[in-house]
């Protein structure tokens, strides 16, 4: 027996440790306080790039993270998009992405924003549409889906848009939102990608 201790104890002691955490994690990601539900979200229908049809109804079953944005946005909007880019790589990792999580990206101005300019935002920034989707529309129809999340929007003079930064929202599997996240550099990457998971974990059980 000791020669196996003296042999083995270090590499037993490590694995131990190393079991020890991963257990640790799961639980704490288990026990962290569930998130409450703060409304339905609504139910809208806009236009794909591709021209086809999208109902927010159509996606459910996967948790979403849905942000309201234009592209010729000059600083929260891109850096949102990065930072939401950031959570995909993460996603990633877990298979979680497409499969279990959608990202809805929903411009306030269609008129700028054509299906190729749009394309040419997300390819820059290197969305994933596996998992990634882009929605436009009229400048009416898009006004009035951010306006039915409680995102205020007003078009300047000069073209540009103000609105409000707390314009990124989690929703779950059964439509529900659960959480509003700041934008920009107020976003919380950890924070929201712990969201996610226990979303995601929930909805597995």
Known sequence: MQPFVHKYGFKLLVTLMLAGMVVS???WINRSPTLPVIKQAPNF???KLDGHKFNMSDSNGKVRLVEFMFTSCPD???LTTYNMVKLQEDLKKNNQWGDQVQFLS???DPVKDTPEVFQQYGDRMRMDY???TLLT????ETAAVAKSFGVLVQKMPDGQFMHTVTSLFLIDGSGNIRKIFAMGEQMDNQEILQSIRQLTSSTLK
């Open 106 to 108: 929903v411009t306030f």
């Open 76 to 78: 929260i909007c891109p």
């Open 130 to 132: 596996s998992g990634w």
């Open 137 to 140: 529309g009229t400048e009416a």
């Open 25 to 27: 994690v799961f639980f």
């Open 45 to 47: 229908t806009l236009n």
